[in-house]
């Protein structure tokens, strides 16, 4: 095929053709799982109280509130770490998922509301990759069957002209028509992610959800099954969201990028905007956060602390807020910004309760050099100060120690960090984009 | 804490199952054609007013869901009924025999998980080597051959050929040793272990044999395990890393066929029990099936069906006690 | 699965291989020294009850009633195993041939009731496969029915379901079985009744199994990209859910023929399974029992023939679970 | 310089399978120094594990150790030598496996792995692991121990470590059970810590917080690291002077710096144009065609022929071992296995290129033809 000789410059020609027409436009959508379905299930037995069971569904928010929207030919990337909802989302986006709330305007027609018959027969217009080349194709299935299996579905073309278009489409994505016989097992992870794909295209799709397509592959292979979509969407006049968990790979595939953490978008910019004038904190610790492949380039790693909250009970306001480094002070206690740093690091320490026991001038030096703040912000750090000193932790057992660093944490985070802005609103503003005229949407009160 | 919480969760998973056994005892025992005191006299030429008397008597003329509902009111006060051939309650009967399939039951685990384990670690360890092969072909022989016969085997062979062991009937040992003019503890203790030796070999070689299939399997994926890399990477021996590391994790699935098999083992207590001629709930099962003891019959089953129940509950909670990921309500 | 770099790393694509052809699966399995003689022992119990079988009906049909003929005066192996030998026919009790009183006339001597006790013994295969491969059968379906339906609906279906199958599960097979039968069938006990309740109290067993089954496939990613590609339910099911749950399932089937010949055997020797005069061996071994002292040999045969029956489709069960799973590697 | 702390010679590792051999690391040859992290990089299949596993001498069977020399500290972990009749043995002085055990395994040389949630028993208390491979391989006494326990769990980086000692793997994230596994490394004091793919299962920000971790440890205790991972970034990142592995051989060797600015292999130069780079946009990444062949039966010659841009007819001929190419400005040796290099006179120049090279009759190059060289 001629083709094969081109240089991949897919987004190159999407970009051009943007802002034509949106294909796919998503409003406050929101999907929760909740825990168990059954009989028995949500159960809860305490002992210590009465009744002693209770039944209750734990809500797992795992995507709370999203809104996007992708133009046609164009690839939006969506990013974040492992358990911020980026695979749900692709999901009910497709409505594999059942979506909690929100609509899904797709080419017009809300997906949201469509059921049984007519969201089937709308399939034949959207199509999925997935992650795992080993779980993705039925291995009792020749790839040929594979192939042709959304066709058939769809009621496309007689057996001939299938069998003639899989093969075509097998050399389109850089098997060999020959390969129309053989079973998944007698191919590489990269081959069996082009099989995906050419499934993926057999109806010839406007939209494809790749969810993480190239993560399990190694880095050469991941090479040649990008340059392959990146050709394909060219040639095809594709729509991609693109869920990866790797920046380099968005960075090189996407043109919009949309950063997720726990459920929610916290960023959503043009590409060279979002990496070179990231605005919301954990996109900046994101980027951080990656190792560069240049030694010369020693990057700031590790700017983060801490651990993912538990999308059961998210944090109020802004999701980030707990790990955020730069979470606006409360107001109505005048801090100062040295003041404001000090006694964050000090509220940290406490929660995680990373200094043994010492006595209170001593720890009040080491996390106050610069003395206590003054006023009601004082008085509570003195409070706390003085309930975990070793004075007072002296000669306890262990769980009543527990319970006296537990209190002086909650008294902290109630005082200070529950009184921030970042906890009691949830933040959406749009900020003036350096790179490109793209709207750029940062979740950030800091933008406020 | 934890572990409390789970009991109670188990428990309370366990009272649907328990409602639905006596339901299908219940619905099993009324499928008889016929109405039931017919049934219970198995043809015998009656006169029809007597029966109309024997079913007023023991409310056997009211609707079925009725009748369920006053059975099962009575089996919560500890009423299991009358049993009518016997004219006795059908608890007295069967507390009467509990006893001895319960020792049965029980030492026929003891004799599995003590040869089984060590089999099986032994197999593991020693993996497609002669002790692993051998242990392998024990389990398979094991698993194919019929307890019953086992147990005649065995009686051929120990009690008639030999006579060296008794080839009937259980010493209980919660009775006086006078009862059976034992000389003193020793001789009766002794006695006690003479006379269970053969039912139980012949009763827990099934159990064996399954457990150690279960064991090796699961010492040898535990043995492949990632944390005994690492384990043997810092230096540990490996006798520890076998009876610590290794073993530990490989207990889990052990401790569920345990509490799974015991359906089979109560099963086979009624073969062994014949075989043996104990009188233990097995046997008195088969009286009442062959007289068409009806209640009795029905009581039966339902204690047989709490004591699996039970039994589960028992290897739950000390699954749980062992596997930390357990909490109430993540099952499966 | 945890995609760790394996100490073997070789490539991506051919560490967890299986190859899913027909053809290479029953080499695979025939390759399996297990496995083959597991094969070579059901095939031979197999042939052996076939053979009774036509022998049995071919007389029948042939000749009429049974009672006139023997199968002996025409090929001589067999004698007929249900004819009672009239009065100074038969004589009762012959001890084997190897005994000094035996004679090859009755190679495994004869019953209390002057029947030839190896012909009784070769008759017995036809009892127990077919009874074995029905009542399997019937759990079977009905497990995979309860199974497929639970597990592919998930939710209430699947709670009420599952809670159902528990409470089954929770009373002894055996003891549900007597039950059943007795009850069912109005106190007469027969095999029939026997085989139905073997079917119907392992449906449980293969209801969990198969619902299991369903449950990890349906998780697995080509079933949610046939979803994606707008693949109807039912050929979801027919072509990704049941050909890949197929193959651990009849895995347990096999297996569990043993496990039900094992448990109609039981039955038989307490009386409630196959009655006399059919030649089954639990019910041999039932009659055998009261003679368990004076004559030792008619406990013996049929409890080799039940062993050696049930070890060839463990052996066979074993040996093709090891050829279709990759994850145990022995 | 010094005496390195750790030597391997020509280690050869194969794996005896029904398939055939496997030879999973060939021959492969290098040193780690006192104080410094060595990078062991490569792609699935390139025997990096394998390498890593053989300094222990825990290579499970199939596999086994066939030939090489790797001396710890100037003790022999692994040695043979010619006897009278011709046939190998082992060394004399070669440690016992007991020896291993006692004395190197955990308290010389500890080791971390790619999957934190594999590597602790779910049965045991974090603590309690972390206990027992103190006690054992610093002889201290169970209180002792448990003290010291907590105090490496502080020092890793654990919140509320006295609480967490008692609690389960379970109950830790990816990133603190990580953390748990460098606590154990760092708690018995070895010279050296290998540790294999430790950030591949974890996600960008904890994988930045681990890398921070290990830096600020190494510096404060001076352990030597041996670092495997198939993620140049990382590399570039944290590693002294690193090795790459392409199956089963080591093709490159060069301090860090020289790796990436002073290219002497070709795979080193395709694994670097293959990655997309998070720091700046590339239009056009370069994708190694092909894929790696099998162990069993590598391609003659330079194992990378087949996929190389630059093969000629003698790549096909000639096996190159690792040879210095260069020597950097600080003293350090840059090594590399291509006939390219003028050290092996091999004829390279003289010999006609390699068909593939030029044409494109394989559908895995989707670059245009003849386009070498960079973005």
Same mark, same amino acid.
């Given at each position: 095929?001629?083709?094969? &000789?081109?240089?991949?410059?897919?987004?190159?020609?999407?970009?051009?053709?943007?802002?034509?027409?949106?294909?796919?436009?998503?409003?406050?959508?929101?999907?929760?799982?909740?825990?168990?379905?059954?009989?028995?299930?949500?159960?809860?037995?305490?002992?210590?109280?009465?009744?002693?069971?209770?039944?209750?569904?734990?809500?797992?928010?795992?995507?709370?509130?999203?809104?996007?929207?992708?133009?046609?030919?164009?690839?939006?990337?969506?990013?974040?770490?492992?358990?911020?909802?980026?695979?749900?989302?692709?999901?009910?986006?497709?409505?594999?998922?059942?979506?909690?709330?929100?609509?899904?305007?797709?080419?017009?027609?809300?997906?949201?509301?469509?059921?049984?018959?007519?969201?089937?027969?709308?399939?034949?217009?959207?199509?999925?990759?997935?992650?795992?080349?080993?779980?993705?194709?039925?291995?009792?299935?020749?790839? &040929?069957?594979?192939?042709?299996? *959304?066709?058939?579905?769809?009621?496309?073309?007689?057996?001939?002209?299938?069998?003639?278009?899989?093969?075509?489409?097998?050399?389109?994505? &850089?098997?060999?028509?020959?390969?129309?016989?053989?079973?998944?097992?007698?191919?590489?992870?990269?081959?069996?992610?082009?099989?995906?794909?050419?499934?993926?295209?057999?109806?010839?799709?406007?939209?494809?959800?790749?969810?993480?397509?190239?993560?399990?592959?190694?880095?050469?292979?991941?090479?040649?099954?990008?340059?392959?979509?990146?050709?394909?969407?060219?040639?095809?006049?594709?729509?991609?969201?693109?869920?990866?968990?790797?920046?380099?790979?968005?960075?090189?595939?996407?043109?919009?990028?949309?950063?997720?953490?726990?459920?929610?978008?916290?960023?959503?910019? +043009?590409?060279?905007?979002?990496?070179?004038?990231?605005?919301?904190?954990?996109?900046?610790?994101?980027?951080?956060?990656?190792?560069?492949?240049?030694?010369?380039?020693?990057?700031?790693?590790?700017?983060?602390?801490?651990?993912?909250?538990?999308?059961?009970?998210?944090?109020?306001?802004?999701?980030?807020?707990?790990?955020?480094?730069?979470?606006?002070? *409360?107001?109505?206690?005048?801090?100062?910004?040295?003041?404001?740093?000090?006694?964050?690091?000090?509220?940290?320490?406490?929660?995680?309760?990373?200094? +043994?026991?010492?006595?209170?001038?001593?720890?009040?030096?080491?996390?106050?050099?610069?003395?206590?703040?003054?006023?009601?912000?004082?008085?509570?750090?003195?409070?706390?100060?003085?309930?975990?000193?070793?004075?007072?932790?002296?000669?306890?057992?262990?769980?009543?120690?527990?319970?006296?660093?537990?209190?002086?944490?909650?008294?902290?985070?109630?005082?200070?960090?529950?009184?921030?802005?970042?906890?009691?609103?949830? *933040?959406?503003?749009?900020?003036? *984009?350096?790179?490109?005229?793209?709207?750029?949407?940062?979740?950030?009160?800091?933008?406020? | 804490?934890?572990?409390?919480?789970?009991?109670?969760?188990?428990?309370?998973?366990?009272?649907?199952?328990?409602?639905?056994?006596?339901?299908?005892?219940?619905?099993?025992?009324?499928?008889?054609?016929?109405?039931?005191?017919?049934?219970?006299?198995?043809?015998?030429?009656?006169?029809?007013?007597?029966?109309?008397?024997?079913?007023?008597?023991?409310?056997?003329?009211?609707?079925?869901?009725?009748?369920?509902?006053?059975?099962?009111?009575?089996?919560?006060?500890?009423?299991?009924?009358?049993?009518?051939?016997?004219?006795?309650?059908?608890?007295?009967?069967?507390?009467?025999?509990?006893?001895?399939?319960?020792?049965?039951?029980?030492?026929?685990?003891?004799?599995?998980? #003590?040869?089984?384990?060590?089999?099986?670690?032994?197999?593991?360890?020693?993996?497609?080597?002669?002790?692993?092969?051998?242990?392998?072909?024990?389990?398979?022989?094991?698993?194919?051959?019929?307890?019953?016969?086992?147990?005649?085997?065995?009686?051929?062979?120990? #009690?008639?050929?030999?006579?060296?062991?008794?080839?009937?009937?259980?010493?209980?040992?919660?009775?006086?040793?006078?009862?059976?003019?034992?000389?003193?503890?020793?001789?009766?203790?002794?006695?006690?272990?003479?006379?269970?030796?053969?039912?139980?070999?012949?009763?827990?070689?099934?159990?064996? #044999?399954?457990?150690?299939?279960?064991?090796?399997?699961?010492?040898?994926?535990?043995?492949?395990?990632?944390?005994?890399?690492?384990?043997? #990477?810092?230096?540990?021996?490996?006798?520890?890393?076998?009876?610590?590391?290794?073993?530990?994790?490989?207990?889990?699935?052990?401790?569920?066929?345990?509490?799974?098999?015991?359906?089979?083992?109560?099963?086979?207590?009624?073969?062994?029990?014949?075989?043996?001629?104990?009188?233990?709930?097995?046997?008195?099962?088969?009286?009442?099936?062959?007289?068409?003891?009806?209640?009795?019959?029905?009581?039966?089953?339902?204690?047989?069906?709490?004591?699996?129940?039970?039994?589960?509950?028992?290897?739950?909670?000390?699954?749980?006690?062992?596997?930390?990921?357990?909490?109430?309500?993540?099952?499966? | 699965?945890?995609?760790?770099?394996?100490?073997?790393?070789?490539?991506?694509?051919?560490?967890?291989?299986?190859?899913?052809?027909?053809?290479?699966?029953?080499?695979?399995?025939?390759?399996?020294?297990?496995?083959?003689?597991?094969?070579?022992?059901?095939?031979?119990?197999?042939?052996?009850?076939?053979?009774?079988?036509?022998?049995?009906?071919?007389?029948?049909?042939?000749? /009429?009633?049974?009672?006139?003929?023997?199968?002996?005066?025409?090929?001589?192996?067999?004698?007929?195993?249900?004819?009672?030998?009239?009065?100074?026919?038969?004589?009762?009790?012959?001890?084997?041939?190897?005994?000094?009183?035996?004679?090859?006339?009755?190679?495994?001597?004869?019953?209390?009731?002057?029947?030839?006790?190896?012909?009784?013994?070769?008759?017995?295969?036809?009892?127990?496969?077919?009874?074995?491969?029905?009542?399997?059968?019937?759990?079977?379906?009905?497990?995979?029915?309860?199974?497929?339906?639970?597990?592919?609906?998930?939710?209430?279906?699947?709670?009420?379901?599952?809670?159902?199958?528990?409470?089954?599960?929770?009373?002894?097979?055996?003891?549900?079985?007597?039950?059943?039968?007795?009850?069912?069938?109005?106190?007469?006990?027969?095999?029939?009744?026997?085989?139905?309740?073997?079917?119907?109290?392992?449906?449980?067993?293969?209801?969990?199994?198969?619902?299991?089954?369903?449950?990890?496939?349906?998780?697995?990613?080509?079933?949610?990209?046939?979803?994606?590609? /707008?693949?109807?339910?039912?050929?979801?099911?027919?072509?990704?859910?049941?050909?890949?749950?197929?193959?651990?399932?009849?895995?347990?089937?096999?297996?569990?023929?043993?496990?039900?010949?094992?448990?109609?055997?039981?039955?038989?020797?307490?009386?409630? /399974?196959?009655?006399?005069?059919?030649?089954?061996?639990?019910?041999?071994?039932?009659?055998?029992?009261?003679?368990?002292?004076?004559?030792?040999?008619?406990?013996?045969?049929?409890?080799?023939?039940?062993?050696?029956?049930?070890?060839?489709?463990?052996?066979?069960?074993?040996?093709?679970?090891?050829?279709?799973?990759?994850?145990?590697?022995? | 310089?010094?005496?390195?702390?750790?030597?391997?010679?020509?280690?050869?590792?194969?794996?005896?399978?029904?398939?055939?051999?496997?030879?999973?690391?060939?021959?492969?040859?290098?040193?780690?120094?006192?104080?410094?992290?060595?990078?062991?990089?490569?792609? !699935?299949?390139?025997?990096?594990?394998?390498?890593?596993?053989?300094?222990?001498?825990?290579?499970? !069977?199939?596999?086994?150790?066939?030939?090489?020399?790797?001396?710890?500290?100037?003790?022999?972990?692994?040695?043979?030598?010619?006897?009278?009749?011709?046939?190998?043995?082992?060394?004399?002085?070669?440690?016992?496996?007991?020896?291993?055990?006692?004395?190197?395994?955990?308290?010389?040389?500890?080791?971390?792995?790619?999957?934190?949630?594999?590597?602790?028993?779910?049965?045991?208390?974090?603590?309690?692991?972390?206990?027992?491979?103190?006690?054992?391989?610093?002889?201290?006494?169970?209180?002792?121990?448990?003290?010291?326990?907590?105090?490496?769990?502080?020092?890793?980086?654990?919140?509320?470590?006295?609480?967490?000692?008692?609690?389960?793997?379970?109950?830790?994230?990816?990133?603190?059970?990580?953390?748990?596994?460098?606590?154990?490394?760092?708690?018995?004091?070895?010279?050296?810590?290998?540790?294999?793919?430790?950030?591949?299962?974890?996600?960008?920000?904890?994988?930045?917080?681990?890398?921070?971790?290990?830096?600020?440890?190494?510096?404060?205790?001076?352990?030597?690291?041996?670092?495997?991972?198939?993620?140049?970034?990382?590399?570039?990142?944290?590693?002294?002077?690193?090795?790459?592995?392409?199956?089963?051989?080591?093709?490159?060797?060069?301090?860090?710096?020289?790796?990436?600015?002073?290219?002497?292999?070709?795979?080193?130069?395709?694994?670097?144009?293959?990655?997309?780079?998070?720091?700046?946009?590339?239009?056009?990444?370069?994708?190694?065609?092909?894929?790696?062949?099998?162990?069993?039966?590598?391609?003659?010659?330079?194992?990378?022929?087949?996929?190389?841009?630059?093969?000629?007819?003698?790549?096909?001929?000639?096996?190159?071992?690792?040879?210095?190419?260069?020597?950097?400005?600080?003293?350090?040796?840059?090594?590399?296995?291509?006939?390219?290099?003028?050290?092996?006179?091999?004829?390279?120049?003289?010999?006609?290129?390699?068909?593939?090279?030029?044409?494109?009759?394989?559908?895995?190059?989707?670059?245009?033809?003849?386009?070498?060289?960079?973005?």
């Amino acid at each position: 095929m001629s083709s094969f &000789g081109e240089t991949p410059t897919g987004s190159d020609s999407s970009t051009a053709e943007r802002d034509s027409e949106t294909l796919l436009e998503v409003e406050g959508l929101k999907k929760h799982f909740t825990t168990g379905s059954g009989l028995l299930s949500g159960l809860r037995v305490d002992p210590g109280s009465f009744p002693p069971v209770r039944r209750e569904h734990e809500r797992v928010r795992a995507v709370d509130d999203v809104s996007f929207s992708i133009a046609r030919g164009e690839t939006l990337g969506l990013v974040g770490e492992s358990g911020c909802g980026k695979s749900t989302l692709g999901r009910t986006v497709l409505r594999l998922l059942e979506p909690t709330a929100g609509t899904i305007r797709f080419d017009g027609e809300d997906l949201a509301s469509l059921g049984g018959e007519a969201l089937r027969r709308k399939r034949a217009e959207m199509g999925m990759i997935f992650q795992d080349p080993h779980a993705s194709l039925n291995p009792r299935m020749t790839v &040929g069957t594979i192939v042709e299996e *959304p066709m058939v579905a769809h009621g496309m073309l007689d057996g001939e002209g299938r069998e003639a278009r899989a093969k075509s489409l097998l050399e389109d994505v &850089g098997l060999e028509a020959h390969h129309y016989h053989r079973y998944p097992h007698e191919f590489s992870g990269g081959q069996r992610q082009r099989v995906n794909l050419a499934r993926a295209l057999s109806v010839d799709p406007d939209f494809v959800v790749c969810d993480e397509p190239v993560s399990a592959l190694d880095v050469s292979v991941q090479a040649q099954v990008l340059n392959t979509m990146a050709r394909l969407q060219a040639e095809f006049g594709l729509t991609y969201l693109f869920i990866a968990h790797d920046l380099s790979v968005i960075r090189h595939i996407a043109d919009r990028v949309a950063v997720m953490y726990l459920g929610t978008v916290v960023e959503l910019a +043009e590409k060279e905007e979002l990496f070179e004038n990231p605005q919301h904190p954990y996109t900046q610790a994101l980027l951080e956060s990656i190792p560069v492949p240049d030694p010369r380039e020693s990057g700031t790693r590790g700017v983060l602390e801490g651990e993912v909250p538990s999308p059961v009970d998210p944090p109020s306001g802004c999701r980030f807020r707990t790990r955020c480094p730069v979470l606006i002070a *409360p107001e109505g206690y005048g801090f100062g910004d040295a003041e404001w740093e000090a006694t964050r690091g000090f509220v940290r320490a406490v929660k995680r309760r990373t200094f +043994e026991p010492a006595p209170a001038a001593e720890v009040r030096e080491r996390f106050f050099p610069e003395g206590v703040p003054d006023g009601e912000a004082g008085e509570l750090v003195e409070t706390a100060l003085s309930l975990v000193s070793a004075a007072e932790l002296e000669g306890l057992e262990e769980d009543a120690r527990t319970a006296r660093w537990h209190e002086a944490s909650e008294l902290l985070l109630e005082s200070f960090a529950e009184e921030s802005i970042c906890a009691r609103e949830r *933040p959406h503003y749009e900020v003036d *984009p350096v790179y490109g005229d793209g709207e750029h949407l940062a979740a950030c009160h800091r933008h406020r | 804490m934890r572990l409390l919480r789970y009991t109670l969760y188990r428990l309370l998973q366990a009272i649907p199952v328990l409602i639905g056994v006596t339901l299908i005892t219940f619905v099993l025992a009324n499928l008889a054609p016929g109405d039931p005191v017919r049934f219970m006299l198995h043809g015998q030429e009656v006169d029809e007013e007597l029966i109309r008397t024997v079913e007023r008597r023991y409310g056997l003329d009211r609707p079925l869901h009725e009748r369920y509902l006053v059975y099962m009111g009575g089996v919560l006060q500890g009423d299991f009924g009358h049993s009518i051939h016997r004219n006795r309650p059908v608890l007295d009967l069967m507390l009467a025999r509990i006893g001895p399939t319960l020792l049965l039951v029980v030492s026929a685990y003891a004799f599995a998980l #003590a040869t089984a384990i060590p089999l099986g670690i032994l197999a593991a360890k020693r993996r497609n080597q002669p002790e692993d092969h051998v242990s392998r072909i024990v389990a398979l022989v094991g698993v194919s051959t019929p307890s019953f016969w086992i147990g005649i085997m065995l009686i051929l062979l120990f #009690a008639v050929t030999l006579g060296w062991l008794p080839s009937s009937g259980l010493v209980y040992p919660w009775w006086p040793p006078e009862t059976y003019g034992h000389s003193g503890y020793g001789e009766h203790a002794l006695e006690t272990v003479r006379h269970l030796l053969l039912p139980m070999i012949a009763l827990g070689t099934l159990q064996m #044999a399954t457990l150690m299939r279960v064991e090796r399997t699961q010492m040898i994926n535990s043995l492949q395990g990632e944390y005994v890399k690492l384990a043997r #990477a810092y230096g540990v021996p490996e006798r520890t890393i076998l009876r610590k590391h290794a073993f530990r994790a490989a207990q889990l699935p052990i401790i569920t066929i345990v509490g799974l098999n015991l359906s089979t083992a109560l099963g086979g207590a009624v073969l062994i029990e014949y075989v043996f001629n104990i009188n233990g709930m097995g046997r008195l099962f088969l009286e009442a099936i062959q007289q068409l003891d009806y209640q009795l019959i029905m009581g039966i089953t339902i204690v047989i069906g709490t004591m699996f129940v039970v039994g589960v509950i028992i290897t739950d909670i000390s699954y749980a006690y062992i596997d930390p990921r357990v909490t109430y309500g993540e099952e499966e | 699965m945890a995609v760790g770099e394996s100490q073997l790393e070789t490539d991506t694509g051919s560490r967890t291989e299986v190859d899913y052809g027909w053809r290479h699966t029953v080499s695979t399995v025939m390759g399996d020294t297990t496995a083959r003689w597991g094969f070579y022992i059901v095939a031979f119990v197999f042939l052996v009850s076939a053979y009774t079988m036509v022998d049995s009906n071919l007389a029948r049909l042939t000749f /009429g009633a049974f009672e006139d003929f023997t199968f002996a005066e025409w090929l001589p192996i067999f004698d007929h195993p249900e004819r009672i030998p009239p009065p100074g026919e038969g004589e009762s009790n012959v001890p084997p041939a190897f005994h000094a009183e035996g004679s090859m006339a009755n190679p495994l001597g004869t019953d209390p009731a002057g029947r030839d006790y190896f012909t009784r013994i070769v008759y017995g295969a036809q009892v127990s496969v077919s009874v074995g491969v029905v009542s399997t059968l019937i759990g079977f379906v009905g497990g995979t029915i309860i199974g497929a339906v639970s597990g592919f609906y998930g939710g209430k279906v699947d709670d009420a379901l599952m809670r159902a199958v528990e409470t089954v599960y929770a009373i002894p097979p055996l003891i549900l079985i007597i039950v059943f039968t007795v009850f069912v069938s109005g106190g007469s006990p027969d095999i029939i009744y026997a085989v139905f309740g073997v079917g119907i109290a392992f449906i449980p067993v293969f209801a969990r199994i198969i619902r299991s089954e369903v449950l990890s496939v349906r998780e697995m990613d080509y079933i949610e990209a046939a979803r994606a590609s /707008g693949v109807k339910n039912r050929d979801i099911i027919r072509r990704h859910v049941i050909p890949n749950s197929f193959a651990p399932v009849l895995v347990y089937a096999t297996l569990q023929i043993g496990v039900t010949i094992l448990i109609v055997a039981g039955l038989s020797f307490l009386g409630y /399974g196959a009655q006399p005069p059919t030649p089954d061996w639990g019910q041999m071994l039932s009659v055998s029992h009261g003679y368990m002292h004076s004559n030792v040999w008619l406990s013996i045969w049929p409890g080799v023939a039940i062993l050696l029956t049930i070890m060839g489709f463990n052996l066979f069960g074993d040996g093709l679970q090891d050829a279709l799973d990759p994850r145990i590697d022995d | 310089m010094t005496d390195p702390l750790l030597r391997v010679e020509n280690l050869t590792t194969q794996f005896f399978t029904e398939a055939g051999t496997v030879r999973a690391v060939d021959s492969i040859s290098f040193e780690v120094h006192e104080g410094e992290i060595v990078g062991l990089v490569g792609e !699935s299949g390139a025997g990096k594990s394998v390498a890593s596993m053989s300094l222990l001498r825990l290579v499970e !069977s199939p596999g086994e150790i066939v030939a090489g020399e790797i001396t710890y500290k100037g003790r022999t972990i692994f040695g043979l030598e010619e006897t009278a009749d011709g046939s190998l043995s082992e060394r004399p002085e070669m440690l016992s496996e007991e020896e291993m055990r006692r004395e190197i395994r955990g308290n010389e040389i500890a080791v971390i792995f790619q999957d934190p949630m594999e590597s602790l028993n779910p049965v045991f208390t974090v603590g309690g692991q972390l206990r027992e491979f103190i006690e054992l391989n610093r002889g201290l006494s169970k209180r002792v121990a448990r003290e010291e326990a907590i105090r490496m769990l502080r020092e890793v980086g654990i919140p509320d470590p006295e609480g967490r000692y008692e609690e389960y793997p379970h109950q830790f994230s990816g990133g603190m059970r990580q953390r748990v596994l460098i606590a154990m490394a760092l708690a018995c004091e070895p010279s050296l810590i290998i540790a294999d793919e430790p950030t591949t299962a974890l996600d960008v920000t904890v994988e930045g917080q681990i890398l921070d971790l290990v830096d600020d440890l190494q510096e404060k205790y001076g352990t030597s690291f041996i670092w495997v991972t198939h993620d140049l970034g990382v590399v570039a990142e944290i590693c002294d002077r690193v090795n790459v592995m392409y199956l089963g051989e080591i093709v490159e060797q060069a301090p860090v710096d020289d790796l990436f600015y002073e290219t002497a292999h070709p795979y080193t130069e395709a694994l670097l144009e293959s990655m997309p780079r998070p720091d700046l946009t590339v239009e056009e990444i370069q994708s190694i065609r092909g894929v790696m062949p099998s162990a069993i039966a590598p391609p003659s010659g330079c194992r990378f022929h087949p996929r190389c841009r630059y093969a000629r007819e003698a790549c096909k001929r000639v096996h190159p071992d690792p040879r210095r190419v260069a020597t950097s400005a600080d003293g350090e040796t840059h090594r590399a296995a291509c006939l390219r290099h003028d050290v092996f006179e091999s004829g390279y120049e003289a010999s006609a290129p390699l068909e593939h090279a030029t044409a494109l009759s394989d559908r895995e190059v989707e670059r245009p033809p003849g386009g070498e060289g960079g973005e």
